[in-house]
């Protein structure tokens, strides 16, 4: 078997792009192969720049795009191809961009193994140790803390028992963040878990400290990205100090990235994101580290039903991989790209045991969000 193409596509809803909520855009790649067996991966991350990682022809032996790396390889050897583009686009990666993109190109590739051999990923991962795993709801607050009410009401009427808020004005006012988690909590009860992120608004160490210990009454289950991943000893000190476990690292790629983040920023959490962080094949490493180092592993996912099922398949080969983030995104690629999503069922989501991700694509609702633009020329 042999790979022809990899097609990179950027999705755009034009009705999202006046202001990020979260789901305006999405990046997916499709590996053809020559016995017409396709893998379907994505990224999270900015399509225009994945495209050209993919598209670009080579400049030189260690810049060189994707695309170009995979034809006519056998999509089967995933370690060593993973490896081949991780080397021979080093100059233009190592990390950011360049993993995303090859992050779904490894995605796209399990999923063609897993329907070549005929069995689930999950599988070919050594073993599904769970059939369903817990489920928590990420949702932006609304600005006016009253308005959380109805909104937690809806997600504890859906099923979820864990809760994690972040984004739009949250961590920008301690008062009113405050007055938002007295309304979150008190709707919530104190049975349901309870998880802020605060996207490193959080300034420095010191600030970071004092709104832990204010935010000790509502009994958090953890504080996410309270300083910048970067600001290692910020970090490291507040994970020592606060009463609260701290997590981060959904915008970190590569085991050695996550290894330097966990020595020096000592989280109680990690959270890659498999679209970002080096796809299947290098989350499976980076759990072998947080495990060596004590580390809890909850991935980050906020995208599409793509990220939903290689997450999903992850998790259930794991031990500890009990607990999922569940997008409350109201964007069709969210919503409506995968025809037949994973859903919630009593505050889980089942593992499926299908060969492949399993999912059907809306190639309609691709057609109608498709960007068009080509970086270089075909080879
Ligand atoms: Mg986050």
Redesign the pocket.
Known sequence: MKIIDVEAIWLRVPTFSERCEWGEDAFLVKVHTDTGLTGIGESDSAPAVLKAMVETPSSHSTSRGLREILLGENPLDIDRLWRKMYHESSYMGRRGAAIHAISAIDIALWDIASQHYGVPIHTLLGGKVRDEIAAYGTFIPKDRPAENKKLVEGLLESGFTALKL?GGLFGTDPDHDHEVMRVVRDTAGEDTGLAI?L?YQWKNYRYAKTQCERMGEFNLDWI??PLPSDDHLGLRRLAENSGTRISGG?GLSTVAEFSEFIRDSRPDII?PDITRCGGISEIRKIHGIATGFSTELVP?GFSTGILMAATVQFLASIPGGDLIEFSQSTSPLSLELVTNPITLVDGKVPVPDVPGLGVDLDEDLIAKYRVEMSVGSPV
């Open positions: 972040g992120d996207v996410e990205e959904e959270q980050h």
